[in-house]
C-alpha cells in the first residue's frame, strides 16, 4: 500500500491536494504501519480535518467521521435503539413482543464508532474523530478505551469487536488539554501555518488554472497578516482559499482591502488592518 | 455507643457530608466488629462507612474530633499547633457542639456558623498584614474556598423523577413492557449541571506583592482542586501558570510557579498582558468562562489598549469580574488611569484582600 513509506504516504496525500510537509506524512506513514490513532492539534483552518478525507481518498477507503459536541455520550457516537419504532411495535403487537425481539438488530441505531467497528474487513476505513476537545472527560475516558481494543459492548447483544483496524485520525482545536492517557495512546502532530511557498502551492493544488500573481498576491497578503501579531483570529489555509477565489471571481477590479473580510472575521481586526495599513504594497 | 454516632452524624451533616440511614445502620454494623476501647479503630472503621468522597475525609476528622475529643488534649505538646497565638488558633475550624456525653440534644445545624464566627479575626484581616504563620493557617481556608466554583448547564442529562423538558424514552420503553406494551407511565431526563471553565488571572507585579503570595495560594488551590480552571500571572508581560499550579504538593507547586513567571515584583502593563490573553490564549479560554483579574489598577501602559482588550474579553466571557484589594477601602474610587479603563467591563468590583473578600467571591461564583 502507498502509506508503507514516507514519501508514499506524501505522495498520496498529494495526489488528492493535499501538500504535506514530511513530518505530517511521516505522521501518517506511522499512523497506518504502528496501527495506532493519530492526534492532530493546530490553530483552525490549518486543514486538519482534511487531512482524513484526503487520506481516506488516497487509500480508496471509506470516510467515518464522529463530529464530537459538548454533551456527546454513547448513544451519540456508537448505538442507539430507535425507541419510536420500539413503541410502535409494541403497541402494534399489543404486548405480546419479547424484550428480546425488541432489542434486536432491527430497532438497533448504529452511530460512527459501531460503524466503524463493523465495517467489512475487505474495505479500509479511516475514522475521524473530530474536535475531540469539545468533548467532555467522561466521553475521553470512554474513547479512551475504545481505541484500545476497538470493541464496543452492548448490553443487549453482547461485544461486538472490530475484524481489522481503521486508521484513526483525532483532531482537537486545544479549547482544553486532553487528558494525558488519551494523549499516550495517539500519535501526535502539531500542524502549523505553511511556509508562503507550500502555501502557493497548496492554492495551486487546491484551484487549478489560478493566475499565478492571483495566488501570490494572496499568499502575501496572508503571510502580512499573520505577522502583524496583533489580531484576535489569524486567517486559516481555508481562508487563503477562498480569498484566492474571491480574487480571481471579481476580476480586475479586486482590491485586497475590499475584501478583507473574507480573511478576517473579528470587526477590530478589520478596522486595525485598514488603519495600519498592514496591506499597502502588496 | 449509638448517641455518640448519632451526634457525629449530626455533625457530619451540618458540615455538608451527605449521611444516610444506610451509612448509619453501615456504622454500627461495622463497629461491633472493631474493637471500640482502641480510639484508632473506631476513627479508621467509621470512616470508610461514613466517606464516601475524598472531600468528605477531611470533614469527618474534624467531626470526629468534635464528638470523641481530642486525642492529644492530654499529652505533651510539642506540636506545630501549640506554639501558634491566640488569634491563629482562632482560625482553627472549630464546631460548637453541646458536651456529646450531657446528652441533651443532638446539636442543630445552626451552632456551626455560630462556631465558625470565632475565625472572624482572621476573616477579615487583611492579607498585607499576615504573619507567616497566618498564612499557613489560611491556607486550609482558602482551600475550602477554592472548591466553591460557578456551574452551568450542560447538554448532558440524567434520569430525573421529576416531570422534566426531556422525555427519556429509553426508560419509558422498558417501563411499557410492564404494562402491557402500552406507555402508561412517562420518563423524564434533565440537564446535569458542570463546572463552568474558570480563568484566573493574577497581577503579581510590586504594588501587588504583599497579596500576591496569598492570591496565587488561591489560585493553586483552585487549580488542585478541579479541571477546567486556569491560571495566568503577569507583571509586565503575561504567564500561563496552570501546569505549574497542578498537583496537591502545595510548596512545589507554588515554586514551580513563582519559577515560571520572571516578572515578580517588576511593573505593571495590564493591557499588554491582556492583549496577550485575548490572542494566544483565547481558545484556551473559550467562550462562556467566568474570568477573575487580581489586581490594584495600577497601570504603566496604555489605557486605550486596556479599554480595548478589556472589551474584547467581555464579550468572550461569561462574567468578568475584578478583585481590587484597594477597594477594601471604604472610601475607594477607581482613580487610578488603568481602573478607570477597566471597571465599565467589568460584571463585579471585589475587594479580594481577605479571605471574607474571597468567600464573597465564591459566593457570587456559585450564583452565576
Avoid at chain 1, 452492548?154 to 461486538?160: F, R, S, V
Avoid at chain 2, 501546569?243 to 513567571?261: M, T
Avoid at chain 2, 479599554?307 to 478583585?323: F, K, N, P, T
Wanted: glycine share 6%; proline share 4%.
Amino acid at each position: 500500500m502507498q502509506l508503507e513509506s514516507v514519501q508514499g504516504a506524501s505522495d498520496a496525500l498529494a495526489a488528492q491536494g493535499y501538500l504535506a510537509d514530511r513530518q505530517l506524512a511521516m505522521a501518517v506513514h506511522l499512523a497506518a504501519v504502528l496501527e495506532q490513532p493519530l492526534l492532530l492539534e493546530g490553530e483552525a483552518g490549518v486543514g486538519k480535518t482534511e487531512v482524513a478525507r484526503a487520506l481516506a481518498a488516497a487509500t480508496g477507503a471509506r470516510l467515518i467521521r464522529l463530529q464530537c459536541h459538548e454533551g456527546i455520550d454513547l448513544h451519540h457516537a456508537v448505538y442507539d435503539w430507535d425507541y419510536a419504532r420500539q413503541l410502535l411495535a409494541l403497541r402494534a403487537a399489543e404486548g405480546g413482543v419479547d424484550e428480546g425481539e425488541l432489542f434486536s438488530r432491527r430497532f438497533l441505531l448504529r452511530r460512527p464508532l459501531l460503524d466503524a467497528v463493523e465495517a467489512d474487513p475487505e474495505l479500509p476505513v479511516v475514522l475521524l474523530i473530530d474536535e475531540i476537545d469539545r468533548a467532555d472527560d467522561e466521553f475521553e475516558a470512554f474513547l479512551l478505551e475504545f481505541l484500545s481494543d476497538f470493541a464496543v459492548t452492548i448490553p443487549e447483544l453482547g461485544t461486538i469487536a472490530a475484524r481489522r483496524r481503521p486508521i484513526v485520525l483525532l483532531t482537537s482545536n486545544r479549547t482544553r488539554e486532553l487528558h494525558d492517557a488519551l494523549k499516550r495512546r495517539c500519535l501526535y502532530h502539531w500542524i502549523d501555518y505553511p511556509s508562503p511557498e507550500r502555501e502557493r502551492q497548496i492554492v495551486a493544488a487546491r484551484l487549478p488554472g489560478v493566475p499565478e500573481e492571483i495566488a501570490t498576491r494572496v499568499v502575501a497578503a496572508v503571510a502580512r497578516l499573520r505577522e502583524h501579531g496583533d489580531l484576535y483570529k489569524l486567517p486559516g489555509v481555508g481562508e487563503t482559499i477562498v480569498w484566492a477565489r474571491a480574487l480571481l471571481a471579481l476580476g480586475d477590479e479586486a482590491s485586497l482591502e475590499e475584501t478583507l473580510g473574507v480573511a478576517l472575521k473579528v470587526h477590530e481586526d478589520v478596522l486595525r488592518v485598514l488603519e495600519r495599513g498592514v496591506l499597502e504594497g502588496v | 455507643m449509638v448517641r455518640r454516632l448519632s451526634d457525629l452524624t449530626a455533625v457530619l451533616r451540618a458540615q455538608g457530608t451527605r449521611v444516610g440511614v444506610g451509612e448509619l445502620l453501615g456504622a454500627v454494623r461495622c463497629l461491633r466488629e472493631v474493637d471500640c476501647s482502641s480510639r484508632e479503630e473506631v476513627r479508621l472503621a467509621l470512616r470508610t462507612v461514613l466517606c464516601s468522597a475524598r472531600a468528605d475525609l477531611e470533614r469527618f476528622e474534624l467531626a470526629f474530633t468534635a464528638v470523641y475529643g481530642d486525642e492529644r488534649a492530654g499529652l505533651e505538646r510539642d506540636d506545630p499547633l501549640a506554639q501558634l497565638g491566640q488569634i491563629e488558633r482562632a482560625v482553627m475550624p472549630r464546631v460548637g457542639i453541646a458536651d456529646p456525653r450531657g446528652g441533651d440534644a443532638a446539636p442543630d445545624a445552626e451552632a456551626v456558623p455560630a462556631a465558625w464566627s470565632e475565625v472572624e479575626l482572621l476573616r477579615e484581616k487583611d492579607f498585607a498584614r499576615y504573619t507567616d504563620d497566618e498564612m499557613a493557617l489560611a491556607r486550609e481556608l482558602i482551600a475550602r474556598l477554592a472548591r466553591r466554583h460557578p456551574t452551568r448547564l450542560s447538554r448532558r442529562t440524567r434520569a430525573t423523577r421529576r416531570r422534566a423538558e426531556v422525555p427519556d424514552l429509553r426508560r419509558t420503553v422498558h417501563a411499557s413492557l410492564r404494562t402491557g406494551g402500552e406507555p402508561l407511565h412517562r420518563r423524564w431526563r434533565e440537564p446535569t449541571r458542570r463546572p463552568r471553565q474558570l480563568v484566573l488571572v493574577c497581577d503579581v507585579s510590586g504594588s501587588m506583592a504583599p497579596y500576591a503570595r496569598m492570591l496565587m495560594q488561591y489560585m493553586h488551590a483552585s487549580v488542585a482542586a478541579r479541571r477546567r480552571v486556569e491560571a495566568f500571572a503577569f507583571g509586565t508581560r503575561l504567564t500561563r501558570i496552570t501546569q505549574e499550579l497542578a498537583g496537591r504538593d502545595h510548596d512545589h507547586a507554588l515554586e514551580r510557579a513563582a519559577a515560571a513567571v520572571t516578572d515578580f515584583s517588576g511593573g505593571t502593563r495590564i493591557g499588554a498582558a491582556i492583549a496577550e490573553l485575548n490572542r494566544a490564549h483565547g481558545r484556551r479560554i473559550g467562550r462562556g468562562a467566568v474570568i477573575v483579574i487580581l489586581s490594584d489598577g495600577w497601570d504603566r501602559g496604555d489605557p486605550e489598549q486596556l479599554d480595548a482588550e478589556m472589551a474584547r474579553l467581555r464579550r468572550a466571557a461569561h462574567r468578568l469580574v475584578w478583585l481590587n484589594p484597594l477597594a477594601a477601602h471604604p472610601d475607594y474610587q477607581p482613580l487610578a488611569r488603568g481602573m478607570q479603563a477597566a471597571v465599565p467591563h467589568t460584571d463585579r468590583l471585589l475587594a479580594g484582600n481577605s479571605l471574607a473578600s474571597l468567600e464573597q467571591l465564591a459566593s457570587i461564583m456559585e450564583e452565576m
